[in-house]
């Protein structure tokens, strides 16, 4: 993985280097139509998510696009366990995800820009590129809520839905009086922001890069840093909340061109 990260890193660079030897070739015979516009939607997957996208580009030359983007993802901790299954007093099977405190769904606004430095036919071929894009994110958190015990009498266990407090944090991360998650549902008029910002780098493919439909793939890597630490789980004398989130990920976008 170590030398995946490095490898997509300098993806650009490389690619760079290439773009310099293809716009000094004066005798490259350009093919396909040439649109001014073009939109795009995306589905996005990374290692520590996901995240469903919209583009809207300027095509500036064959080889060169200018874009918006708009991203809405959802992002959890490394610390999280998938389908955590952990056995408690109360109930065997749990799909609780424990230490959780929070659900965190970022909002990317940027600007990009889409390099394609290899000539492709019009029917056929890929055409091989890079993207980079940055631009400003709002966090958005939400809170996780658990069912958890709050007394019993006989055979009886009483349960309660509760979200995370300093004061009932004891509760909260007690494996033996947890039940089950809340719903996910609950707790919209709880939400609360953390802004900050994203830088992503990739190599681009794309398919019938010159023709009126788009189709394409990434893969690369995003950055996003924000302003405090984003209080995804329960902190302890041994974790903290990270303010800063590095990902591979890899793309799908579909859309049109147009003139």
Known sequence: MKYFIIFVLFIPVLLFSQEQDLTQNKNLRLKGIVFKHEYSAEAKLNTLGFALAFNKGR??????????????????????????????????????????????????????????????????????????????????????????????????TYLETIRYSEENRDVFIDENLIYDRGSFFKGFNHLSFVPGIHINTAAHFAIKAYERRLFAFETGMMLDAYIKRVPIMVETTGFKNNFIFINVYINVQFGRRWN
């Open 59 to 156: 095509i500036i030359s064959y080889h060169t696009t200018k874009y918006y983007h708009f991203e809405i993802g959802y992002l959890k901790s490394f610390k999280e366990k998938k389908g955590n299954l952990v056995i408690t007093g109360l109930n065997i099977y749990n799909k609780y995800s424990y230490g959780k405190r929070n659900y965190f769904f970022p909002i990317r606004l940027g600007l990009g820009k889409k390099i394609f430095l290899s000539e492709k036919d019009t029917e056929k071929g890929l055409a091989v590129g890079y993207s980079i894009e940055g631009g400003v994110d709002f966090g958005i958190l939400k809170p996780y809520y658990l069912i958890v015990k709050s007394g019993s009498e006989g055979n009886n």
